[in-house]
């Protein structure tokens, strides 16, 4: 079990001996210089937080390892292609989608009532309004990219709030009003993503799309960061011509989001630009992060390795 923080690493020791299994965890993420704690075990559970070179899949092939439960919903940070061609097998988890969908809500609802700038305000003891107004939601048109488990859960909760809603997904399955993205883009006051990330999606909101995007629109992104082109949407947002963004997922977070950068340099300049900006909400990619949804992850990704082992394949 790699890559594994506190709250996980004691929910695998919980797990474990329920369903028959001596798991060893480490903190660490999986790579080539710790190969060896692999030895031994066909199956191996992987973090989402750090890339996984195909190198490394190669040595974990040559220590015998045959299966890969990677504790997310994406597999963006794999290269599920390489993996299969030297015969391993990856897979992911599934979760509670409420914890991304509830995050999804806050957010939209700190971007359009301009919480980041308010909260300030009041830290620094200024108890004025602001010079404008918030939005309500039932008076906005919200678009949500992506259908699956996730998207499915924001669309419920928004219909709570009476405001238009608007989906668009390469395979419509749910009763929704779907249209075109680009459609999708040009009529929205809100855009969020819960879109996989592939090659067919990566920046799905290009410079473009942005450019189409309503004037005062707000972007929400909680699937993964190359859906949006990141060097096009900071121009939007600094010129005033988007009315914000909440983003808790940026390309190029490795190595930055899950660290301590208090007493270090941040090695993003797209991400210090963005958060000079007062409309712009950062998160570091803890939409997730519930202890239900950490809960689900350990517990599938045990039974994952634990079907894979027993000759059975999740449906």
Same mark, same amino acid.
């Given at each position: 079990? &790699?890559?594994?923080?506190?709250?996980?690493?004691?929910?695998?020791?919980?797990?474990?001996?329920?369903?028959?299994?001596?798991?060893? *965890?480490?903190?660490?993420?999986?790579?080539?210089?710790? *190969? =060896?704690?692999?030895?031994?075990?066909?199956?191996?559970?992987?973090? $989402?937080?750090? @890339?996984?070179?195909?190198? +490394?899949?190669?040595?974990?092939?040559? %220590?015998?390892?045959?299966?890969?439960?990677?504790?997310?919903?994406?597999?963006?940070?794999?290269?599920?292609?390489?993996?299969?061609?030297?015969?391993? +097998?990856?897979?992911?988890?599934? &979760?509670?989608?409420?914890?991304?969908?509830?995050?999804?809500?806050?957010?939209? !609802?700190?971007?359009?009532?301009?919480?980041?700038?308010?909260?300030?305000?009041?830290?620094?003891?200024?108890?004025?309004?602001?010079?404008?107004?918030? /939005?309500?939601?039932?008076?906005?048109?919200?678009?949500?990219?992506?259908?699956?488990?996730?998207?499915?859960?924001?669309? /419920? @909760? !928004?219909?709570?709030?009476?405001?238009?809603?608007?989906?668009?997904?390469?395979?419509? @399955?749910? %009763?929704? =009003?779907?249209?075109?993205?680009?459609? !999708?883009?040009?009529?929205?006051?809100?855009?969020?993503? $819960?879109?996989?990330?592939?090659?067919?999606?990566?920046?799905? !909101?290009?410079?473009?799309?942005?450019?189409?995007?309503?004037?005062?629109?707000?972007? *929400?992104?909680?699937?993964?960061?190359?859906?949006?082109?990141?060097?096009?949407? *900071?121009? %939007?947002?600094?010129?005033?011509?988007?009315?914000?963004? %909440?983003?808790?997922?940026?390309?190029?977070?490795?190595?930055?989001?899950?660290?301590?950068?208090? #007493?270090?340099?941040?090695?993003?300049?797209?991400?210090?630009?963005?958060?000079?900006?007062?409309?712009?909400?950062?998160?570091?990619?803890?939409?997730?992060?519930?202890?239900?949804?950490? #809960?689900?992850?350990?517990?599938?990704?045990?039974?994952?390795?634990? #079907?894979?082992?027993?000759?059975? @394949?999740?449906?």
């Amino acid at each position: 079990m &790699y890559g594994c923080g506190q709250g996980d690493a004691a929910l695998f020791r919980q797990w474990a001996p329920r369903l028959g299994v001596a798991p060893t *965890i480490t903190a660490t993420p999986v790579s080539a210089v710790n *190969i =060896d704690l692999a030895l031994g075990n066909r199956c191996i559970s992987v973090d $989402h937080r750090t @890339r996984i070179t195909n190198a +490394t899949l190669g040595a974990l092939r040559d %220590a015998g390892v045959e299966y890969v439960s990677t504790r997310s919903i994406g597999y963006d940070h794999i290269d599920t292609g390489y993996a299969e061609s030297i015969g391993l +097998t990856v897979e992911n988890v599934v &979760y509670s989608p409420d914890s991304v969908a509830d995050y999804t809500l806050m957010l939209i !609802l700190m971007a359009v009532r301009d919480a980041r700038s308010t909260v300030r305000r009041t830290d620094d003891h200024d108890y004025r309004l602001s010079d404008t107004p918030g /939005h309500e939601l039932r008076d906005l048109t919200v678009g949500v990219v992506g259908t699956g488990r996730i998207g499915t859960a924001v669309i /419920h @909760r !928004l219909r709570g709030f009476g405001c238009r809603i608007l989906a668009h997904d390469s395979d419509p @399955r749910i %009763a929704a =009003d779907y249209v075109p993205l680009d459609e !999708l883009v040009r009529l929205c006051d809100v855009v969020t993503l $819960h879109t996989p990330l592939d090659a067919r999606t990566h920046h799905l !909101l290009n410079r473009q799309r942005i450019g189409q995007l309503k004037l005062g629109a707000f972007v *929400i992104n909680t699937g993964r960061g190359s859906l949006i082109d990141t060097e096009a949407l *900071i121009p %939007a947002l600094e010129s005033g011509r988007l009315g914000g963004a %909440a983003l808790d997922v940026l390309e190029g977070e490795e190595g930055i989001f899950s660290a301590d950068h208090r #007493n270090a340099s941040v090695p993003s300049e797209p991400l210090l630009r963005l958060q000079k900006l007062p409309n712009v909400l950062i998160s570091p990619h803890t939409a997730y992060y519930t202890d239900r949804a950490l #809960n689900d992850m350990v517990e599938n990704s045990l039974l994952n390795c634990v #079907n894979f082992e027993g000759g059975t @394949r999740r449906g």
